[in-house]
């Protein structure tokens, strides 16, 4: 058995980023609206009574440290889950004050709002990458790979039991180099047939509430050719906001007194590149469906990719209805069976 570098990603490695992240993002919304709605608290009364402030960066700081010590000192994947959930929630209370960090203005420094989204943009191609590598690595994994996978598995069994979807799983994996089975595959397959069984229990109430929505979903929205065409003039007219926004205020003289300048001037670059993609892959959607879906969905990427993070500099945390519009949009159509021509009208009747 050829021996590795000593790196092993786990299985549920890109389910515990998801959340991280996922809880990362509730995090700062949460506290930014919290804060609006309280006006700015601050422990002690502020610089007018003591100038006692304790900075919720710190209590992010420590909530990471917590998340860290319960997966150094804890084994298991429950122990991975909470870290990954206290160590989001450290993760949110502490970018969300970014901008002490990178200028004076402080906790109102203009761009921040595009420094915490693009932190979490980079969080999320982690989170992509991890997932793809996850499904490519699989059947190419080593022998030594497979076989730690199986042990870690095999503890996880050791403290909790393993349901049969679980220990056939694991068998699966350790016997699926189609290769002979060594004196430590043999052991491992016996640790993960000696482990307690556990019965597969019934799911929680939100995540069947969770499945069902998402097949629900899912079966209105993929192959749906009406939605489709929604969805690439949702694509393209989403950028009539923001170029009326800028028309207007230069028009009426608002552009005058602004300060963020390079920020309006990547959202405009990036929202005429959206545009220009849009308006392509709306023509190309009546003799092309997959070039035109493709198109489509690297017009959305630009917007949420780069634009988003101008966006977010300008009108800070309003931005994001127009992020979650990006979102549904490019949902709906990374959902389309995209291949091949567009059917004629003559072929649909």
């Known amino acids: 058995m050829t021996p590795t570098r000593g790196f092993l990603r786990t299985a549920s490695a890109a389910a515990h980023l998801r959340l991280f992240v996922l809880v990362g993002v509730a995090t700062v919304l949460v506290t930014r609206a919290y804060l609006a709605l309280t006006g700015y608290p601050k422990l002690g009364g502020g610089e007018g009574h003591g100038g006692l ?4 960066m710190l209590w992010g700081g420590l909530l990471m440290l917590a ?25 949110g209370l502490f970018i969300d004050e970014v901008g002490k960090l990178v200028a004076v203005d402080g906790y109102f420094y203009p761009p921040a709002a595009g420094l915490i989204y693009l932190s979490f943009v980079a969080l999320t191609g982690l989170t992509w990458r991890v997932t793809r590598r996850g499904r490519t690595d699989g059947e190419a994994a080593t022998g030594a790979v497979r076989s730690a996978a199986a042990a870690d598995t095999a503890l996880h069994g050791v403290l909790t039991g393993l349901t049969p979807g679980e220990r056939d799983e694991a068998l699966r994996r350790l016997r699926g180099s189609g290769g002979p089975a060594t004196a430590l595959d043999a052991a491992l397959a016996a640790v993960l047939e000696a482990v307690p069984e556990r019965p597969a ?5 939100h995540h069947v509430l969770v499945r069902r929505a998402r097949a629900w979903v899912a079966a209105r929205v993929s192959g749906t050719r009406s939605l489709v065409h929604v969805a690439a003039w949702g694509a393209t007219l989403q950028s009539a906001p923001l170029l009326a926004a800028i028309a207007v205020d230069g028009l009426t003289g608002g552009l005058a007194d602004e300060t963020q300048w390079t920020a309006i001037a990547g959202a405009l670059a990036c929202t005429l590149a959206s545009l220009a993609l849009s308006v392509r892959g709306t023509v190309l959607l009546r003799r092309d469906r997959g070039a035109a879906l493709r198109t489509l969905r690297a017009a959305l990427l630009v917007d949420l ?40 009208a003559r072929a649909s009747h």
Do not use: D, E
């Not at 988003?308 to 127009?322: D, E, L, M, P």
């Open 53 to 56: 402030h304790i900075a919720h």
């Open 67 to 91: 998340g860290l010590l319960v997966m150094l000192v804890l084994t298991g994947v429950a122990s991975r889950r909470r870290g990954a959930l206290i160590g989001g929630i450290g993760f």
């Open 201 to 205: 229990g019934r799911p929680a109430p």
């Open 305 to 344: 990719l780069l634009g988003q993070a101008f966006k977010f500099t300008i009108n800070q945390f309003s931005a994001v209805a127009g992020w979650l519009i990006s979102l549904a949009l490019l949902y709906v159509l990374s959902a389309q069976p995209g291949r091949g021509p567009a059917p004629s």
